[in-house]
């Protein structure tokens, strides 16, 4: 970080400057956000609060559930507070951390999906072992891993990132993302980003092809199920995973890997809007769509809160 003397702060050029524009982009982001917010925190308590659904496979949609809310939140809070405070500028420091939280959180999310995978595999093509193999201290174990996978590569990336000097301190985005950090560097980043993405493109394309082969496998299991019902349910458990997991690799990779260009492109804010934003929101309405244990519990739950917030309200009548 020996260039932070140099580069104090950097300033996000990612909306336009119109006020009217700026107005919008506070109440879509606003939306964007609560809904987030709202979808996220819902399926954690549902899921921490209903006891038929402490099970491996919604254990790690919690965590998967709190990835998605931190990701969201390392980058639209600080837009939406640039624009209501009408700047553009964000501090050295808080354009490393946010860096640092959202490779953080997406990265444990990657692996946490090949964990999921997993667990579909073992569910559907080996359901007699599958208390056996996915016990509480397995998926604990399974799932701190994932979160300290993450934590290892977000500093090693980002510290990669910062070592280099920056000829300038405009970032055409509206967060510090890591393709426009590298445009305005001075210094030849080549090296340790090549060293920085060639270690995580390995991880990656290994852990790929893992997920690939688990839904091989439960799809030729899904296919010997004699009665319809029976492949109805397992489609329904694994597709909506299946379906997360293409939306979350080709939006960042079509975001990470494609040129750059050297002026503001909208192509460059919508891509990143449908890695960082986009998934955070779809996820719990792809779980929850075809989900009828998770749909029942969180009805079950809203049918258990209102009766005590009406009790708390109401006065008895005295009887004659």
């Keep these: 970080m020996s260039n932070q003397s140099s580069v104090s702060e950097f300033f996000l050029h990612g909306f336009s400057d119109i006020q009217e ?29 209903s006891h038929q659904l402490h099970t ?60 999921m995978a997993y667990d579909r595999y073992v569910a559907i093509c080996n359901p007699l072992c599958y208390e056996a193999v996915m016990n509480k201290k397995t998926c604990i174990q399974m799932a701190t891993s994932a979160w300290l996978s993450g934590l290892f590569y977000s500093s090693l990336y980002t510290g990669n990132t910062f070592t280099v000097q920056f000829c300038s301190n405009i970032i055409n985005q509206f967060f510090c993302e890591i393709p426009q950090l590298l445009k305005i560097s001075c210094s030849d980043p080549y090296f340790p980003e090549l060293w920085a993405i060639t270690f995580g493109s390995c991880i990656g394309f290994i852990y790929f092809a893992l997920i690939t082969f688990s839904y091989v496998q439960i799809f030729r299991a899904v296919l010997r199920i004699p009665s319809i019902q029976g492949k109805q349910k397992a489609f329904s458990t694994c597709l909506p995973h299946l379906i997360v997991v293409s ?44 989900n009828k244990e998770l749909k029942m519990a969180v009805w079950k739950l809203i049918l258990n809160i209102l009766p005590q917030s009406l009790h708390k309200n109401h006065y008895p009548v005295p009887v004659l």
């Excluded at 050297?262 to 919508?270: C, F, G, T």
């Design 21 to 49: 524009l700026q107005v919008f982009h506070i109440i879509i982001f606003l939306i964007i956000y609560l809904v987030a917010l709202i979808e996220n925190l819902l399926i954690i308590t549902v899921i921490i609060y």
């Design 56 to 115: 491996p496979m919604y254990f790690f949609l919690a965590n998967l559930s709190f990835q998605d809310f931190g990701s969201i939140s390392a980058t639209v809070p600080k837009s939406m507070a640039n624009n209501l405070m009408n700047t553009e500028a964000i501090s050295y420091s808080e354009c490393v951390c946010q860096v640092f939280f959202l490779v953080f959180f997406m990265v444990s999310h990657f692996f946490l999906l090949g964990v």
């Design 247 to 290: 939306l979350f690799l080709v939006s960042g990779t079509f975001a990470y890997l494609k040129p750059i260009s050297s002026s503001p492109s909208v192509l460059d804010l919508l891509l990143s809007m449908l890695y960082c934003i986009v998934p955070p929101v779809m996820n719990p309405l792809i779980y929850s769509m075809r």
